[in-house]
């Protein structure tokens, strides 16, 4: 019996579980009031002495937990089947795709509570695990307070998904969870703990035991699970938390992306611990404001002073360690007492980059205690105030950072700062890409590999161009393709995962995955003929995928195989997707306003190329070991999952693979862009106006460049690179800032120095 299927059958035990520590539980909520009440005129561990405000904080929300405690009230079940019934969910605020919801719980008999009055957990999960076994797909809890009172298991392949009001914006909140439970200093999951190629999207938490009069200490409100690989944490507000994101310190994670996530923290926001492969991290706002402006009447908002002085004294923005290549971008902390911490990891220290990061108010701006000696980390266009110590002898490398405070070095010249002005380099973190309509179709195909599905396939996407657009979604499943399928303009082919996904070689592992035997044969050629998918017309896109060759893996005599994906035309995208075992990714050239995020790969030649005016390209990975690391069914010649080095990156991407190709482009935006074991990272030919951020590049070809600018103008800002040499100038312009390589052994690197590099 798997994991998964262990914790659901005791789903239905929770609440004889729950009600046998009702006693505690309650006994511990006693005295916590019993505390309260008799404790006005004192002071917590942490020295704040309540004001006359906070006491009136205290007392009012003592009331209204005495009113509104869900913990011994459960709603009832209604006729809930377990069955998915996908359909389009509108919500109170905006969103930036169009959502497909598997399940939503009000709808369909679950017993959740969306007023908060009764504890939603034993729906909410259930609810969850239905999903998982219906193949994978999004759980959708519309605007209210959803009560919990145990920690939430977000399975893979599953979304848990609510309506989201950014705070910065009101203070509505659409979906909040209500932690009702016991406070701990357990370094742990509390509310969620998310697993594999699964996410949580679009939430508001809030704590109503934590006051400032007595700081309760909790586990982390996200908790990314053991060794569990893509896991996403996107457009979360923590009202009030003690510590936001946590990872574990001892068993590695690979690639956690963590976008728009806000919020008050009395400890910590995050503490990322023991990433093996690269992730990203972007536009992360923590400061007190998101507890103190927040709606008084149900978010209990500490006296605004009193919660600046607490987290000026008590708490740390950022706490990151043994992280391998992560991506950092528009970061801000403002008025903690350390920014960001860097500490010593578990396996080995932090290496990374970090741009537009702007530290305000803070005791210290950046304490560096463990960064990787073997070279460093690098930093661009932001400010820090509280100055820079480096505890450590790892290289911090800055350009264009203002420091306000001291730069205290353990070493001398291991925090470097470069005189540039990057602000002309723009990089739009909000940018996506255009909506469908909302409309959609349901693919009911046949799963399997026995059966070729591109006709009904097909014929469900040209009913969709037929509708002037829209979405046709495909359930989670394995599905066989012996022909190349063609998306109209303004459809978009969707698949289970709402977030970005890869392949694992675990069992029961869900999603939607394509098995493609079209196109792997020696006598395509992938510039003339049709690509397996064809996006074909404006705003036509690729979202939620796996997408295999399962007769072309890494043993194979021969690797040729069409382009997976092609567009033709403007604002096409493939976003959340997966490709493996395909010779040729994604071919966007002369597509304007092209869009591609939150793809992961393993090519054999070119993962990406691209054209047109105005594109963009980030949080995308090539690895080899994406293709070891699959249990999917007909594989021959495949790659063994502990060999994806020896027997595809050193024999054939090392030697081949140019990951990314800019072709006749005009202003192209690459963000977080990494790959393992590839001959060139990217080739700039013919494009102007080209800026590269965030990238990196790990056991290079040793005899190739990371960069090759073939004719044009390019601007890279914060590279790191391990192996090979960082660029070849053959014509044109190209400037490199916070340039960074393994060992440090050839940061001179004159031979790159013609040619306009700088």
Not at 24 to 34: D, H
Request: proline fraction near 3%; charge should be negative; glycine fraction near 10%.
């Amino acid at each position: 019996m798997s994991f998964y299927a262990i914790i659901y059958k005791g789903i239905s035990a929770m609440k004889i579980k729950r009600a046998l520590a009702t006693v505690l539980i309650v006994s511990t909520a006693l005295f916590c009031v019993s505390c309260r009440k008799g404790g006005n005129t004192g002071s917590d561990s942490s020295g704040v002495t309540p004001s006359a405000g906070q006491a009136k904080q205290i007392d009012v929300m003592k009331d209204w937990k005495d009113l509104n405690d869900p913990r011994e009230k459960f709603p009832p079940a209604g006729t809930q089947t377990g069955e998915t019934s996908p359909r389009i969910v509108k919500t109170k605020y905006e969103t930036r795709d169009i959502i497909v919801a598997d399940i939503v719980p009000t709808e369909m008999g679950y017993a959740v509570d969306p007023t908060g009055v009764t504890d939603s957990t034993d729906g909410i999960q259930q609810a969850l695990y239905d999903c998982y076994y219906g193949g994978g797909g999004t759980v959708f809890l519309p605007a209210g307070n959803y009560a919990i009172t145990d920690t939430i298991t977000i399975p893979q392949g599953v979304t848990l998904r609510g309506d989201w009001q950014d705070p910065d914006i009101g203070t509505e909140y659409g979906t909040v969870f209500s932690v009702w439970m016991d406070s701990s200093e357990e370094d742990a999951g509390g509310a969620f703990s998310i697993y594999d190629s699964a996410g949580i999207v679009g939430v508001t938490v809030y704590y109503p035991f934590q006051t400032l009069y007595e700081v309760l200490p909790y586990p982390f409100t996200f908790y990314v699970a053991n060794t569990s690989q893509v896991i996403t944490i996107r457009d979360i507000t923590v009202i009030n938390g003690y510590r936001g994101i946590g990872t574990s310190v001892e068993i590695p994670h690979e690639i956690l992306i963590v976008d728009n996530f806000k919020g008050t923290f009395l400890k910590s926001g995050m503490e990322l611990n023991n990433q093996s492969d690269a992730g990203t991290v972007e536009s992360v706002k923590i400061s007190s404001k998101y507890w103190k402006e927040a709606s008084a009447e149900y978010m209990n908002a500490p006296v605004e002073s009193e919660i600046d002085n607490y987290v000026k004294k008590n708490a740390t923005g950022l706490i990151i360690s043994d992280l391998e290549w992560t991506s950092f971008g528009d970061i801000a902390v403002d008025g903690y007492s350390i920014g960001i911490k860097i500490i010593p990891g578990y396996r080995i220290n932090f290496a990374g980059s970090m741009l537009d990061v702007n530290i305000t108010n803070c005791g210290i701006g950046l304490l560096a205690q463990g960064i990787d000696e073997r070279w460093g980390m690098v930093m661009a266009r932001s400010n820090i105030d509280g100055g820079i110590v480096n505890e450590w002898v790892g290289m911090i490398r800055t350009t264009d950072v203002k420091v306000s405070g001291n730069i205290e070095e353990t070493r001398e010249g291991t925090v470097e700062l470069n005189i540039a002005n990057l602000s002309k380099y723009t990089m739009d973190y909000t940018a996506y890409h255009a909506k469908p309509k909302a409309n959609l179709i349901v693919a009911e195909l046949k799963k399997g590999i026995t059966t070729d599905v591109s006709a009904q396939l097909q014929s469900a996407l040209n009913k969709a161009g037929e509708m002037g657009g829209g979405i046709v979604y495909v359930p989670g499943g394995t599905y066989r393709f012996d022909n190349p399928v063609t998306v109209p303009a303004g459809v978009e082919l969707r698949g289970s995962s709402a977030v970005s996904q890869r392949e694992i070689k675990k069992e029961g592992i869900m999603g939607t995955r394509f098995m493609c035997y079209y196109g792997d044969d020696a006598s395509y050629n992938s510039e003339t003929d049709r690509a397996f998918i064809t996006l074909n017309g404006d705003n036509a896109g690729l979202s939620g995928i796996r997408i295999m060759y399962p007769e072309n893996g890494g043993n194979d005599e021969d690797l040729n195989t069409t382009y997976t994906v092609r567009g033709k035309g403007s604002g096409v995208y493939a976003v959340n997707s997966f490709i493996a075992a395909s010779a040729y990714g994604v071919d966007f050239r002369n597509c304007d306003n092209h869009y591609l995020r939150g793809n992961y790969t393993c090519c054999y030649y070119n993962t990406y190329r691209v054209g047109g005016k105005n594109g963009m390209l980030r949080g995308c990975l090539h690895n080899p070991n994406m293709i070891g690391r699959t249990a999917a069914p007909g594989l021959v010649n495949w790659t063994d999952a502990s060999r994806g080095l020896m027997q595809i990156g050193n024999p054939i991407t090392r030697k081949y693979l140019q990951n990314l190709i800019i072709e006749n482009a005009e202003n192209e935006c690459v963000y977080s862009v990494f790959a393992y074991a590839c001959r060139n990272l990217i080739v700039n030919k013919n494009s102007n106006n080209t800026v590269i951020f965030n990238s990196g590049s790990d056991n290079l070809n040793a005899l190739t460049a990371q960069l090759v600018n073939d004719g044009g103008s390019m601007a890279v800002i914060n590279i790191l690179r391990f192996n090979g040499h960082s660029c070849d100038n053959l014509k044109g312009s190209a400037l490199l800032y916070n340039r960074i390589a393994f060992y440090e052994a050839d940061l001179e690197e004159n031979e790159i120095l013609a040619g306009g590099i700088s």
